[in-house]
């Protein structure tokens, strides 16, 4: 079978996107999502992402990871906007439905900006910080991120016993005067950095927010900018939270499958 496919990318994180609309991918060939993922033997990606009919919502967004496993992801959801809008299924608005439930976005020229689900709640921890942006994250504060050997730092949080049985994203941020702040992120799923994580971003960003930085959280990775903005609740919890930043579609491909 030949497989059209699109890949698209939202501040260096890439992404497999396909016009399922008419179910036409096996999701649950968890072997063949990883295979097509492998930037050694596949097409190469961060995750491969459906987009697929939906009668309540826009569309439905359908995210795999490298490993198959399942999650939000927001640069990936930022780019899922942009693909719908370029197919037609949406103009400069939506509500999609994702992997945490309804989402809302909007297309505003190189934009797309993302309605994140509110964050009740995070914890505080000795060295760091956690919270659920979608997918768990922890951040910890550094001087400088640059020469973090993130593999052997972000492997460990991944495999922390606190964070079991699914495990964590772990993101490093370094802090830029009182508006903005760098971040590097060891992406569960992938095992590996990746350029941008926009879940890690956003964790990163309220953090910050709880050290000082005020919103919007104006935000660098290796593969981009972003900014967070939000809204602060008296009982500590976060909502209207906004991710904002480029989605590029790259090209268009086919693969027999």
Request: overall charge negative; charged content about 25%; some cysteine.
């Amino acid at each position: 079978m030949e497989l059209e496919f699109y890949k698209y990318q939202g501040t260096g994180n890439d992404f497999i996107l396909i016009d399922n609309r008419k179910s036409i991918f096996p999701e649950n060939n968890i072997q063949l999502i990883s295979a097509l993922c492998s930037r050694k033997f596949g097409i190469g990606s961060d995750g491969l992402m459906l987009v697929n009919y939906s009668q309540e919502f826009d569309f439905e967004l359908v995210f795999f990871n490298p490993d198959g496993s399942q999650s939000l992801c927001g640069n990936g959801s930022r780019c899922a906007v942009r693909f719908a809008n370029d197919l037609g299924i949406i103009k400069d608005k939506t509500i999609f439905m994702a992997y945490d439930g309804p989402h809302e976005a909007q297309v505003l020229d190189t934009e797309i900006h993302l309605q994140m689900h509110d964050v009740p709640s995070f914890q505080s921890l000795e060295d760091g910080f956690f919270a659920d942006t979608g997918s768990p994250h922890f951040v910890a504060k550094m001087e400088t991120v640059e020469a973090l050997d993130i593999l052997e730092a972000g492997s460990k949080i991944r495999y922390d016993k606190r964070f079991e049985p699914s495990g964590t994203n772990a993101n490093f941020i370094e802090m830029i005067g009182n508006e903005s702040i760098k971040v590097r992120t060891y992406e569960r799923g992938v095992e590996n950095e990746t350029l941008s994580c926009g879940t890690g971003v956003t964790a990163s960003a309220i953090y910050a927010h709880e050290l000082g930085v005020q919103s919007p959280v104006r935000v660098q990775t290796k593969g981009g900018n972003l900014s967070v903005k939000f809204t602060k609740q008296e009982n500590k919890g976060y909502t209207d939270v906004w991710l904002i930043g480029p989605a590029v579609k790259v090209f268009k491909g086919f693969i027999n499958i």
